[in-house]
């Protein structure tokens, strides 16, 4: 149990461009998610919380109107980059918060590589 | 603000040996939780193990244990019989209890493991 899953796993865009990238808990609700960045061999950077019906709290420092989040259901979050840049290439990790009594636990997704050209 | 310090970056052991990870953490809560997540180079997030604070008894998972230090905040993870699956990197982290919606993983900066043939 406790499978997220994230779409598309690879993107590769133009300068401009919007992209998304979905999040989705497969076998359990998820109230809330979270958003990731991971420059290579580095820790996680959370970027937003994402809460089912409500909008997402950002971390200090990222641009809330470049990175759109939407919780739009129990088990679907979704980032929209928007206007995307090279500097915004990294790879983009969800995870997804269950919270059963007693496992208080973020399950994480595959992960994103996003490329902007 | 918690934080979490892998003061090690990088590790290597003999496959079949036993290997420890290090890791501190500073906090004044006192109802929390501890993870270890292991990445490997497809960059997928794992859940190795989970400690609840206010267990004495170190959680277990197959080959995988943590000595908690509960008063010396030290939360270490023990590989034994080390398999060359077991290459990855191993990130601790730490999450308030009872935090609600907003329940934040703070990760330490992870260790590189390699396990030799």
């Known amino acids: 149990g406790a499978v997220v899953s994230q779409h598309p796993s690879w993107v590769i865009c133009k300068s401009g461009t919007s992209v998304k990238i979905e999040c989705r808990s497969l076998?359990?609700?998820?109230?809330?998610m979270f958003w990731y960045r991971q420059f290579p061999k580095q820790s996680l950077m959370l970027m937003a919380t994402?809460?089912?019906?409500?909008?997402?709290?950002?971390e200090q420092g990222v641009e809330k109107d470049k990175f759109l989040i939407n919780h739009a259901s129990l088990t679907l979050s979704t980032l929209t980059v928007t206007s995307a840049h090279p500097e915004d290439s990294s790879f983009y990790i969800c995870?997804?918060?269950?919270?059963?009594?007693?496992?208080?636990?973020?399950?994480f997704g595959p992960g994103t590589r996003l490329t902007v050209l | 603000a918690q934080t979490v310090t892998q003061s090690q970056p990088e590790m290597s052991v003999q496959e079949a040996e036993t290997v420890t990870l290090s890791c501190t953490y500073d906090?004044?809560?006192?109802?929390?939780?501890l993870f270890w997540y292991k990445q490997p180079p497809s960059r997928q997030m794992i859940l190795v193990i989970r400690q609840e604070a206010y267990k004495q008894q170190n959680a277990t998972e197959n080959r995988f244990s943590v000595n908690f230090q509960k008063a010396a905040k030290s939360f270490s993870l023990k590989i034994s019989d080390s398999q060359l699956g077991d290459t990855a990197m191993y990130f601790c982290a730490f999450m308030k209890k009872h935090a609600g919606a907003n329940s934040k993983l703070t990760f330490g900066k992870g260790i590189t493991l390699s396990v030799r043939p």
């Open positions: 994402s809460n089912e019906g409500s909008k997402a709290t950002y």
């Open positions: 906090t004044s809560e006192n109802n929390y939780y």
């Open positions: 076998d359990f609700q998820a109230t809330t």
């Open positions: 995870s997804a918060r269950r919270g059963l009594a007693g496992e208080d636990t973020q399950y």
